[in-house]
């Protein structure tokens, strides 16, 4: 299996995906919204926002590998939850 590097943290940048990490845990459905090199490469952060809006960081060599999610699975389950809701007499703002 090929490394999880900085030109693959790039091309996962602007898209939702599950970070599978080197110590087996998963921060799963997060949007990569930065990769940051300091020090001439030799640290790489890697930048997501939670689907709760906060932005949380981590270092690329902590990450295995990561999954790119399908964003319309996500965009109909968003639609079904206002749907439910609405059908309950919920208002959405």
Same mark, same amino acid.
């Given at each position: 299996?090929?490394?999880?590097?900085?030109?693959?943290?790039?091309?996962?940048?602007?898209?939702?995906?599950?970070?599978?990490?080197?110590?087996?845990s998963v921060i799963?459905?997060?949007?990569?919204?930065?990769?940051?090199?300091?020090?001439?490469?030799?640290? $790489?952060?890697?930048?997501?926002? *939670?689907?709760? %809006? +906060?932005?949380?960081?981590?270092?690329?060599? #902590? @990450?295995?590998?990561?999954?790119?999610?399908?964003?319309? $699975?996500?965009?109909?389950?968003? *639609?079904?939850? %206002? +749907?439910?809701?609405?059908?309950?007499?919920? #208002? @959405?703002?």
């Amino acid at each position: 299996m090929e490394r999880f590097d900085l030109n693959s943290a790039r091309s996962v940048v602007g898209h939702n995906v599950n970070l599978h990490l080197k110590d087996g845990s998963v921060i799963i459905n997060v949007l990569i919204t930065e990769v940051e090199r300091k020090y001439h490469g030799k640290r $790489v952060t890697v930048y997501y926002t *939670t689907p709760t %809006k +906060r932005m949380r960081k981590v270092h690329l060599r #902590e @990450i295995e590998w990561a999954e790119r999610l399908n964003p319309h $699975v996500f965009t109909g389950l968003i *639609t079904f939850k %206002k +749907r439910r809701i609405r059908s309950r007499g919920i #208002e @959405i703002s």
